[in-house]
């Protein structure tokens, strides 16, 4: 069976996982994992309106870029994303990186205290270089040493203690290894369980490096608890739609140069005290400006997300690596939502690169 038939990573994807989610989560409430107790049916209505906008979204890209011929200016490209230069920009990421361990002076993965101060400015220009790099260095150059550099660049991520990075860096990578090389089904499937075993591990020894924290769950516990939770705090979302007017977005865009996190204000606002939490990639327009905005946001993140898909699927290059980068966020939002700035950034970039990079016209039919 040939799997190249069937794109598994295109943006349909995205529809498909969420459904998994509902179901990873359905667990969590039937065995009432630390006293769930599920979600109302209109929160799993608005949860199908969501995707049902997002595959709107996907229709109106597709419409507009039908009949259109895309080309990519490969000069342009080369003289702006030169060998030395990308593999320049991964070293300076990783070396980054390794400067905000010694700042923080331990390994925040081991350490709760020193996982809440690990997202320094240094860390957000290390990510915002590495990650992008990363990907369009094993995108635009095939040297199997770059390897390495991914292997050593994730490490250094793990340490942080932050599940979100560490799978964007994977998934990312994952997904530019599929656009660029034959990777047989074998390959495929066991990164999917490399994938899956970092999520659980990672995610399980944060939560029990937390000095403070008493909860007893296995790895496997944990993870249906973590989708079961963060369902119910979108439950609560949905029936508070408005209630923030704007704080998510004003500090998602601005918090991390105020030092505030829009995920306590999700927290705060759902649950009643402060405490950062995840409510999905619904949740968050919910609790700013209500319905209506989340459809647009999802709206938009269909014809955003489909368009790069379109334009790396025509003419490759380093645009591969732009959708890997935003298609690994956009897995990851399922659970965490848009309230990072540093994600929001990527798809700015990718856009400009667009425009700048990418010719679209219309085909004259004759």
């Known amino acids: ?39 109302d049916l209109y929160t799993i209505g608005v949860i199908f309106l969501g995707l049902a906008f997002f595959i709107l979204g996907i229709v109106l890209s597709n419409y507009f870029l039908k009949n259109k011929e895309i080309t990519l200016k490969s000069e342009k490209v080369d003289k702006i994303f030169s060998e030395r230069l990308v593999l320049s920009l991964v070293i300076i990421g990783i070396l980054l990186q390794v400067v905000n361990l010694i700042y923080l002076g331990g390994i925040p993965l081991f350490s709760g205290y020193l996982k809440a101060r690990a997202a320094t400015r240094i860390w957000l220009l290390s990510y915002l270089i590495f990650l992008p790099s990363i990907n369009i260095l094993l995108a635009k150059y095939d040297n199997k040493k770059y ?6 660049g ?7 203690g932050y599940r979100t990075t560490a799978m964007a860096i994977v998934i990312s990578v994952l997904i530019t290894l599929y656009y660029t090389k034959d990777l047989p089904w074998k390959y495929l499937i066991l990164s999917i369980i490399a994938i899956f075993i970092l999520l659980v591990a990672v995610g399980f ?11 007893r769950s296995t790895p496997i ?28 977005l004003y ?16 927290g705060s606002t759902t649950l009643g005290y402060a405490h950062s939490t995840t409510s999905t990639i619904f949740g968050p327009a919910l609790l700013d400006f209500g319905l209506i905005a989340m459809l647009v946001q999802m709206t938009i993140l269909g014809i955003v997300i489909n368009l ?19 298609m690994a966020h956009l897995i990851i939002w399922i659970e965490t939502g848009p309230t990072d700035l540093v994600v929001i950034l990527f798809y700015l970039i990718s856009i400009i690169l667009l425009i700048y990079l990418v010719t679209i016209k219309k085909v004259e039919n004759k």
């Open 154 to 160: 994730l490490l250094l991520f793990v340490s942080t």
């Open 308 to 326: 790069i898909y379109k334009v790396q699927t025509n003419v490759k290059s380093i645009f591969i690596g732009l959708y890997a980068i935003l």
């Open 221 to 248: 516990e944990l993870l249906f608890y973590r989708a079961g939770y963060t369902l119910q705090v979108l439950d609560h979302a949905a029936f508070m739609q408005g209630s923030t007017h704007g704080q998510l």
């Open 147 to 152: 390897y390495l550099l991914f292997i050593l």
């Open 251 to 266: 500090n998602t865009l601005m918090g991390f140069f105020k030092s505030s996190d829009p995920r306590v204000i999700v």
């Open 1 to 39: 069976m040939d799997y190249k038939k069937y794109d598994i990573f295109s943006p349909m994807v995205f529809v498909l996982l969420v459904i998994v989610y509902l179901i990873v989560s359905q667990v969590a409430f039937h065995y009432h994992l630390n006293r769930l107790v599920g979600v």
């Open 205 to 215: 020894i944060a939560v029990k490096s937390i000095e403070w924290q008493t909860w």
